[in-house]
């Protein structure tokens, strides 16, 4: 770097990541920072270049890393003619940890500890698209004990994150009360967690193989309790939110996008649903045992801020359904598969023979050895389609671990949805696509 | 079953239960382009394998192993499939084309492989780096970048790569 001034850091520039001004920009990088997505005919073209704003009526506003509202470290460069954004560009990678070249060099048995960081809302499904992906290279089928286990921990996720998203998008609209009621709901489900795996959040529960516990004793009570607690509070968000004018004059119409446009984006999750297209891995390309649970895809039609709350909220619902019937359908067994190659052998075995603490030492120390191969996996996390891409050279380390996070892809529709917005509406958008940014950045 | 390649004149393989098309770099984006006409109209993934230090992974034959591997993963609603497109890329020459006319989605994940490998895709419109800082040296994901590491004062541990 050219300039090193007293504090380097104070000359950190994002240089060509930024949004340029207009008069430096041609008119391809206009038409894409207003984010259009499809091919528009020449005409069209002609006419938007037509459509000359001034350059000393618009101004370039940065909006983060350090906003409130952009959940993290989202930074938007936005251009702003008045109140009303004109072009939008998402810059990320302030919270890039190197977390794919991290997991390079932990072993598969470590592996669940360091993706699960990555969507700290909803830990559970990193681990379990890595433990999904890391399966299918070894061949190894999981007892159905530990599929359900994993089912019933990931819709309890699923709820936890969407009250995550209730919480802070409430908030962001100035439903203040919002953030406490979510979080207190939220907080049930995480103190199961915490009774189950020991932690709240990053649990590293589910690994290659099944889970790392059984199901604590009085599961069942506790979950019927929660089952019991949550459909009045939700009935409480619908009288706050959903029926309540202001918010549906805040959301309504606010932040299209049309089924096209999303796929288009590559865009999966409560987005891609929330303009009327029923796509739901869960429904449509079953993993764990979701093919053997009742339960409806909730999606949209206007694919607006208020769809994708409404659909986040009724989610919850669904979910609540399954995990009712998971308490049912709960099949007995064992919790991991024995094969003595993945999993280590039990504690109590541990104090009483040599060959068990040999075993259990060389699991943990050297790990197990993956054949050679590489696998796409990906499931239904609360954000969208989240999947694994492992390649293995036969060590016991994975070769490459690719991560596709769902927030990374869908945050590309928002210079789209922005356009032509008012800056106030930038908040309820940015807080619709629901962003986590640990998973953006990985 | 018969090769899923063939209709499409690349070579292919089944890698765990899932088709994976070969094409070599000059075919690749009128592969992507042909998927998508018969129904693979969303682009999941772009991503890149840098096989430096395993050389030796198995391909179908006529297809030249080469440093960089740049994988697409695409998906079809009607068919509920997902298919992936291995290309191989030079070390010498990390240059392929970019699906951004495609599939518009692929914008960021091709920025993101850009800044990871340093693999450069043609008709990119804004190919700047996306996670690290503008003025980053090197691309960390290659097996060549050296990893941060402390050093361990003991007697044949491993020095710093």
């Not at chain 2, 042909?34 to 682009?43: E, K, M």
């Amino acid at each position: 770097m050219a300039t090193t001034d007293v504090y380097p850091g104070a000359a950190t520039s994002e240089g060509a990541q930024e949004l340029a001004a207009r008069d430096g920009s041609t008119a391809a990088e206009l038409l894409r920072e207003s984010g259009s997505v499809l091919r528009l005919s020449e005409a069209a073209v002609a006419a938007l270049s037509e459509q000359a704003v001034p350059e000393d009526e618009t101004m370039i506003i940065n909006m983060g890393p350090q906003h409130p509202s952009t959940h993290g470290v989202l930074r938007l460069m936005l251009e702003l003619e008045g109140e009303t954004v004109l072009r939008t560009k998402p810059i990320v990678g302030y919270l890039h940890t190197g977390m794919e070249k991290t997991g390079e060099d932990l072993t598969y048995l470590q592996g669940p500890t360091n993706v699960t960081r990555m969507d700290y809302a909803a830990p559970l499904f990193n681990e379990l698209v890595f433990s999904l992906a890391t399966e299918a290279l070894l061949g190894v089928e999981v007892p159905p004990r530990a599929t359900w286990i994993r089912m019933l921990m990931c819709e309890l996720n699923r709820i936890s994150s969407h009250f995550l998203f209730l919480a802070t998008n409430g908030m962001d609209l100035g439903a203040i009360s919002m953030i406490l009621y979510g979080w207190r709901e939220r907080d049930l489900v995480l103190q199961f967690f915490e009774k189950t795996s020991g932690l709240r959040m990053n649990h590293n529960y589910i690994r290659p193989g099944g889970v790392a516990a059984d199901l604590p004793d009085g599961w069942r009570d506790d979950l019927a309790g929660i089952l019991d607690a949550l459909p009045a509070r939700l009935g409480e968000y619908d009288s706050l939110m959903t029926a309540q004018p202001i918010w549906q004059g805040r959301t309504q119409g606010v932040g299209v996008i049309t089924p096209e446009e999303a796929l288009a984006l590559g865009t999966t999750g409560p987005i891609l649903r929330s303009t009327g297209t029923p796509w739901d891995l869960r429904k449509d390309m079953p993993y764990l045992a979701y093919d053997q649970v009742e339960f409806d895809v909730v999606v949209g039609s206007y694919g607006d801020v208020f769809d994708r709350y409404a659909i986040r909220l009724n989610e919850i619902r669904e979910s609540m359904r399954i995990v009712a019937q998971i308490l049912d359908a709960m099949p007995g067994g064992d919790y991991r598969v024995q094969d003595k190659k993945v999993t280590p052998p039990p504690r109590a075995r541990i104090d009483e023979s040599m060959e068990a603490l040999i075993h259990h030492f060389k699991i943990f120390t050297e790990g197990f050895r993956v054949p050679e191969g590489e696998v796409y996996v990906a499931v239904e996390s609360p954000r969208g389609e989240l999947g694994c891409y492992l390649v293995s050279d036969g060590s016991a380390k994975p070769y490459r671990l690719h991560i596709r996070g769902p927030s990374f892809v869908n945050l590309q529709t928002l210079p789209h949805m922005l356009r032509g917005g008012l800056i106030a509406d930038a908040v309820a958008i940015i807080s619709s696509v629901d962003p986590i940014m640990g998973e953006v950045d990985r | 079953m018969s090769e899923p390649g063939a209709e499409y004149g690349v070579a292919s393989t089944l890698s765990v239960g899932q088709v994976v098309f070969h094409p070599d770099r000059a075919g690749y984006r009128a592969l992507v382009s042909d998927l998508r006409q018969a129904g693979y109209t969303v682009c999941l993934d772009v991503t890149a394998v840098d096989y430096l230090t395993h050389p030796g992974r198995s391909l179908p034959a006529g297809v030249l192993a080469e440093r960089f591997e740049v994988v697409a993963i695409l998906l079809s609603f009607e068919r509920r499939e997902r298919v992936r497109v291995r290309v191989q890329v030079p070390g010498a020459d990390p240059v392929v084309a970019s699906l951004y006319d495609l599939h518009p989605g692929s914008e960021a994940m091709e920025r993101e492989v850009f800044d990871m490998f340093g693999i450069t895709f043609e008709g990119h419109p804004d190919l700047t780096r996306i996670l690290m800082p503008e003025d980053w040296e090197g691309h960390p994901l290659r097996k060549d970048y050296a990893v941060g590491r402390i050093p361990v004062q003991f007697k044949g541990a491993p020095g710093a790569r």
